[in-house]
C-alpha cells in the first residue's frame, strides 16, 4: 500500500515552454501533497507544500508563478514549471501523505531537462 | 538552511560488514525518519523513529536517537550490494514537515 506515481518519469523541453508534472496517491487519498526539487549529489528541496483544495504554500527563494502547484482532488496534485529555462533542470519529486499517516510516500521522480 | 546532517558523506565497505551512518540536528523534534534513495530515482522509507524512543529495529536495520545530543544513527548489519544507495535522516517538528540532510552515499562492493 501507500503508492505514489509520478507522471512523466522525464521530459525534455525547449527553454520558455512550460512543463506539467503530475502526482498521484493510488492506494490513499493524500490530504496533504509536497513537492522537492533534487540537484545532482545534493539533498531534498521542500518547494511547496499544498492542501487539497487550497492553495499550496510555497518556501521561501520559491516563486509561485513561477512553480504553479494544483491540488484539486486528494489523489492528484499538479506542478507546472512555467516558462522554464535551463537552470530549471533538476529532478523534481513528489511526496503524499494521508490523514491517518505518519511518513511521507514518495513518487519515483521527474526528470526534467530544458535546452 | 537544512536540520539534518549526515555523516560520512561517502562510505565504501565490503558485502558482510556493517554500515554506520550518523545524522546530527538542530532543533527539537519530534520524530525522525530514515529514507534510501536509489541513484535517479525516488526515496523509500526505511524507518520512523519517535522523540521518546532510543532505539529502533527493522530486519537488518538498527536505528538510535539521542534527544540530548540532537544525533541519531543507522546501522545496516551484514550489508550487501542491493544496499548501495544514498541514505538521508529527515527530521519531523510539526505535522509531516520533513527537512532533509544532505545524506550519505553508500557503496557496498561484492
Known amino acids: 500500500g501507500a503508492v505514489v506515481s509520478q507522471h512523466p518519469s522525464w521530459v525534455i523541453c525547449k527553454s520558455g515552454t512550460s512543463v506539467k508534472i503530475e502526482c498521484r496517491s493510488l492506494?490513499?487519498?493524500?490530504?496533504?501533497m509536497f513537492w522537492y526539487r533534487q540537484f545532482p549529489k545534493q539533498s531534498l528541496m521542500l518547494m511547496a507544500t499544498?492542501?487539497?483544495?487550497?492553495?499550496?504554500?510555497?518556501e521561501q527563494g520559491v516563486e509561485k508563478d513561477k512553480f504553479l502547484i494544483n491540488h484539486a482532488s486528494l489523489t492528484l496534485s499538479t506542478l507546472t514549471v512555467t516558462s522554464a529555462h535551463p537552470e530549471d533542470s533538476s529532478f523534481y519529486i513528489c511526496?503524499?501523505?494521508?490523514?491517518?499517516?505518519?511518513?511521507?510516500?514518495f513518487g519515483p521522480g521527474t526528470r526534467l531537462l530544458v535546452l | 538552511s537544512q536540520q539534518g546532517e549526515e555523516d560520512p558523506q561517502a562510505l565504501s565497505i565490503q558485502e558482510g560488514e556493517n554500515a554506520t551512518m550518523n545524522c546530527s540536528y538542530k532543533?527539537?523534534?519530534?520524530?525522525l525518519q530514515w529514507y534510501r534513495q536509489n541513484s535517479g530515482r525516488g526515496l523509500v522509507h526505511l524507518i520512523l523513529i519517535r522523540s521518546n524512543e532510543r532505539e529502533k529495529h527493522s530486519g537488518r536495520l538498527r536505528v538510535t536517537l539521542d534527544t540530548s545530543k540532537k544525533s541519531s544513527s543507522l546501522l545496516i548489519t551484514a550489508s550487501r550490494a542491493a544496499d548501495t544507495a544514498s541514505y538521508f535522516c529527515a527530521t519531523g517538528s510539526g505535522y509531516s514537515t520533513l527537512t532533509f540532510g544532505k545524506g550519505t552515499m553508500l557503496l557496498v562492493s561484492p
Open positions: 499544498s492542501n487539497e483544495g487550497s492553495k499550496a504554500t510555497h
Open positions: 532543533t527539537s523534534i519530534n520524530n
Open positions: 492506494d490513499f487519498q493524500a490530504t496533504t
Open positions: 511526496s503524499a501523505i494521508g490523514q491517518t499517516q505518519e511518513t511521507q510516500y
